[in-house]
Structures are given as structure tokens and as C-alpha cells.
């Protein structure tokens, strides 16, 4: 049944409140959240929002409330990833017709990618690290360490992999982006997280979970939903392991904004701007310690965005397309969320199989961007229709600018 904005669905243990009226909430991502709901410890209701689809462990675009223990694969593996948003005091008319320039040099400041399987010469990462990222660096390497001295199988071979790795983009979905809004502002936005130390941390703490449960003979419907109990020893330590690597993924994200805006800069035909008008950071894979139906709990969102009254966040679209940047509503049913995006309607293999680079170069039509076979699995198509997104959460999020982006970096 239906009950305000949002679909009611009944289950034989905590109920679902979606957001998905319009728009795809595919079979298995249903049954996902059914058996996340069915865990003992879930708060009041999980929370759907309009990019749901199913994930690998998860279901991606929920938020999951608990209180007395916490699931490592809701999260996942890319730890406090986010996007982060700056507008400028640049206007549209300021830029030339050809983007290309100006996408060579941003591409050339932030190493994005993946080659050699991440090792040596890798051009994701940094050979030597410029000194603002040595700084940053230094602020957070102690906490970095006290994890990997009690855990040190979450180091890798390569010792400088988590430093060489700061301030850089990495692959899959994660872009540098130019964009225009109505009044033809320039804004410059992101999307990336806490790269391969995220990643190494995740995993560790969802394995640790799933050896716990075979341990205390604990029997769960989805070994993914393997949890750890508040008050041990391995769920303390991963909330500060997650703590850890949302920080980084945050200091990852504001020094590749200022390589981007550097590389902008540097160019010759592009008058002085002004850049630190309107600034939004937000996670959207991430635990937060938060209060809701006056109780104190931990909500993990995993494809979501926090959105309290009047917060700003951003809600990107597909490769090229409209991007939002929204201001919270505060709707206590969805614990103060929305989408952190337009959502997949395909996985990855399914639209390299489905689309061809000649139906990309089209949809992509007037933006800078790449036009290969490598990016296919990123093609608009095999996204949801964000405007459909955006009307299914309008009781979550107002619009305040509608932007559109005319360059895009892909990792």
C-alpha cells in the first residue's frame, strides 16, 4: 500500500518506507532490503530512496538505522564517499567553444584511472606526491597507523599505496566535472572516496564480521548481513577505521578541487575567478552517530545523502547530464535523506552489452568528455531518469540549482 510519498512495505520483521514511486525498484534489490529489515537490531523502519538498485552486499540507495550493532557490508567498501561542489565567480561566456583545453589540464593536475593493476607506475596514483598533499598527509598518518599496527593485514606490499593515493580519483563513477547553471554560474564538482586504503578497510571488517557470525554460530538469511555488536572490541575498532577513512576521503576530495581549480587557473585565456562563493561537501556512503525519534542511533547510508532542514547537498545526474544541487527538507521518515544520484537501471556488463560507442558519442553530444568503449558502462542510458528521481523525493529535497555539465574526467 501507499502512504504518503513513499511505497509502505510490510515485513515479517522492521517495515520499509520507499521512495521509489515512478521509478525502478528492481526484484532483488527488494528482497535485499526485506532481509536487511528482518535483523533484530534495525531502528524503526529502513528507508529507501529513489536511485535504489541492488549492490554488491547491499542495496545501494538505502539507509539503514540500527542501535546495538552495526552491518560492514551496508557501507561497503568505498568508505565516506561523497561529492564535493564549488561555485565560481566565472561565468559561461568566460570559457571558450572547445572544452578540450581545459579538460587536458585537469586530467594532467589529478592523476584518475587505473593501469599496472594499481602497482608500480600506476597513473591513478602519485609517483611523488605534490607538497599540499605530504601536508595533508602528515595530519592524518598517525591515526593511519594505530589501525594498521593492531591490524596489519589491512596494509598493502605497496607501503605509499595509501599516500600515493590521496588526491586522486580513482575509476568506475567517480568524475571531475564542469558545470553551467541557469544564470550561467561555473561550478566545478566531484565525485570520489577514500580509494584503495577505503577499500582494504571495508573488506577487512566485512570478513572479520563474517567470521564472528560462524563463531557465535549466528545464522543469517545473507551471510552479507553479518554484523558486529556494540560494545566488542572489532565494533569499536571499526567505527574508528570508518571514521578514519570518511576523514580521507573528504581531505581526497578537497585537494583534488584545488588541483582542479589550480589547472583552471593556470590557463592562460581564463580571467581571474573567485572561487569560494558556495562550497557543499556530503557524503553519501558513510556511519553517522545521529538522533531520530529522540533516541540516539548509528545510521549507515550507503547511496545516500544526509538532508537535514536546510542543508545543502548535491544530487548528481548521469555522465554529461543535469546535476542538482538541493537543499534538505528535514523529513524524519526517511531520517533526514535522499538520493545521492540518478541510480543504474543496468550493472556495468549489461550495458557495455546493450549499448555501442556510436549510441554513447550521441547521447553525450555537446560535452567534453570521453568517447570510447571504456566509458560505455558510465553511458547515461544505463542510468534512471534523474528528473524521475527528483519528483519521487520532492517531499526529501527542494532544487535550488539545476546544473548542467559540459565537461566531464573519468577515471
Known amino acids: 500500500m501507499s502512504t504518503k ?11 520499509i518506507k520507499a521512495w521509489v514511486n515512478g521509478v525502478q525498484f528492481e526484484e532483488e534489490a527488494r528482497k535485499q532490503v526485506i532481509n ?33 550493532a552495526i552491518i560492514p557490508a551496508c557501507v561497503g567498501v568505498d568508505l565516506g564517499c561523497g561529492m564535493m561542489c564549488v561555485k565560481t565567480t566565472l561565468k559561461a561566456k568566460n570559457l571558450p567553444d572547445n572544452l578540450f583545453g581545459i579538460r587536458a589540464a585537469i586530467e594532467k593536475k589529478v592523476p584518475h584511472g587505473r593501469t599496472n593493476n594499481g602497482g608500480k607506475g600506476d597513473r591513478g596514483a602519485w609517483t611523488n606526491p605534490p607538497n599540499s598533499v605530504l601536508t595533508a ?39 571531475l566535472s564542469i558545470n553551467i547553471d541557469e544564470l ?12 584503495g586504503v577505503g577499500n582494504r578497510i571495508g573488506t577487512y571488517f566485512i570478513n572479520i564480521a563474517k567470521e564472528e557470525m560462524k563463531k557465535y554460530h549466528i545464522h543469517l538469511i545473507d551471510q552479507d548481513l553479518s554484523y558486529l555488536s556494540e560494545g566488542t572490541e ?15 576521503a573528504k581531505i581526497n576530495r578537497e585537494l583534488m578541487m584545488q588541483r582542479m581549480l589550480e589547472a583552471v587557473r593556470e590557463l592562460h585565456y581564463i580571467p581571474p575567478f573567485q572561487h569560494d562563493v558556495t562550497a557543499i561537501q556530503c557524503h553519501h ?30 544530487i548528481p545526474g548521469s555522465m554529461g ?5 538541493v537543499r534538505g527538507l528535514g523529513n524524519p521518515d526517511s531520517f533526514n535523506s535522499c538520493s545521492h544520484g540518478a541510480g543504474r537501471v543496468m550493472s ?10 556510436e549510441d554513447h558519442i550521441k547521447v553525450t553530444e555537446g560535452v567534453e568528455c570521453r568517447k570510447d568503449v571504456d566509458v560505455i558502462d558510465e553511458t547515461p542510458m544505463a542510468y534512471k531518469d534523474l528528473d524521475m528521481v527528483m519528483e519521487a523525493q520532492k517531499d526529501l529535497v527542494e532544487i535550488v540549482y539545476t546544473l548542467k555539465e559540459i565537461l566531464t574526467v573519468k577515471g
Not at 510519498?5 to 517495515?15: A, G, L, Q, R, V
Not at 556512503?285 to 548535491?314: P, Q, W
Open 5 to 15: 510519498n513513499y511505497e509502505f512495505i510490510e515485513t515479517s520483521s522492521k517495515p
Open 36 to 68: 536487511t529489515a528482518s535483523l533484530p537490531f534495525i531502528f524503526k523502519h529502513i528507508s529507501i530512496m529513489p536511485d535504489v538498485h541492488s549492490g554488491k552486499g547491499s542495496t545501494v540507495g538505502s539507509v539503514v538505522p540500527t542501535k546495538g
Open 137 to 175: 598527509w602528515h595530519k592524518i598518518r598517525e591515526g593511519y597507523e594505530q589501525i594498521i599496527q593492531k591490524y596489519p593485514k589491512i596494509e598493502t606490499k605497496n607501503n605509499n599505496s595509501t599516500i600515493s593515493q590521496l588526491c586522486s580519483l580513482g575509476t568506475g563513477n567517480h568524475f
Open 184 to 195: 550561467s554560474n561555473v561550478w566545478f564538482m566531484l565525485h570520489s572516496g577514500s580509494r
Open 234 to 248: 572489532y565494533f569499536n575498532d571499526y567505527c574508528l577505521a570508518v571514521e578514519w577513512a570518511q576523514n580521507y
Open 285 to 314: 556512503n558513510y556511519i553517522s552517530k545521529e538522533n531520530h525519534f529522540g533516541e540516539d542511533i548509528l545510521v549507515t547510508r550507503k547511496g545516500a545523502v544526509r538532508a537535514d532542514k536546510d542543508m545543502l547537498g548535491i
Open 321 to 325: 547530464q543535469k546535476n542538482y544541487i
Open 348 to 357: 556495468r556488463t549489461q550495458a557495455k552489452k546493450q549499448f555501442t560507442l
